[in-house]
């Protein structure tokens, strides 16, 4: 067998993505999808948000505490409560930083629309996968097998080009064997 590897720190820009390539994130102006946001950024808010709703609802305990009798249950209330909410926010940030720690594939989807794409032509993908570098950004290795000799890793890099997430690409291109008679 013969195969050719090429490293791409930057999947050729397109004019005119490839139509079946909804899942790129210059595509859709909705919520952005978990590999588009930055868990930093939204580890401090969830940090000011959280201290300023704990803080409200402190201030609110004191103040019907101090004015009304028999309310100083108030105050461990309120804390309880505050920490069930911050727990929730922090158990969900952790859930979503573990999985870019894990390399999990962060959208199946678009695992396969690469495979539909790749595999249009009749080349058959042995091994892919993909994961987050950071907000918007993924990597992806590739394996595929040719259906014909003559077809080059540059062949499957442009075919990738619709895909605005991919910001590093390993293809690794495998031709048939020559028949041994």
């Known amino acids: 067998d013969h195969c050719d590897v090429l490293h791409s720190e930057q999947v050729l820009p397109s004019a005119s993505p490839v139509k079946e390539q909804p899942l790129t994130p210059s595509s859709s102006k909705k919520k952005p999808r978990k590999y588009e946001q930055d868990n930093n950024f939204r580890a401090a808010v969830i940090h000011v948000v959280a201290d300023a709703f704990v803080s409200v609802l402190v201030i609110a305990a004191i103040s019907i505490a101090g004015n009304v009798p028999n309310t100083l249950f108030l105050d461990p209330l309120v804390a309880v409560i505050g920490s069930f909410v911050i727990l929730s926010w922090a158990a969900t940030l952790m859930y979503d930083t573990s999985m870019n720690l894990l390399d999990v594939s962060p959208d199946l989807k678009l695992n396969a629309a690469l495979r539909r794409v790749l595999e249009r032509d009749g080349s058959h993908v042995v091994d892919l996968h993909v994961w987050r570098l950071g907000p918007g950004h993924l990597a992806a290795i590739v394996s595929v097998m040719s259906p014909q000799r003559g077809r080059h890793v540059h062949y499957y890099k442009n075919k990738l080009k619709g895909f ?18």
């Open 164 to 181: 605005k997430a991919l910001s590093h690409v390993t293809i690794e291109h495998y031709e048939p064997a020559d028949k041994q008679i």
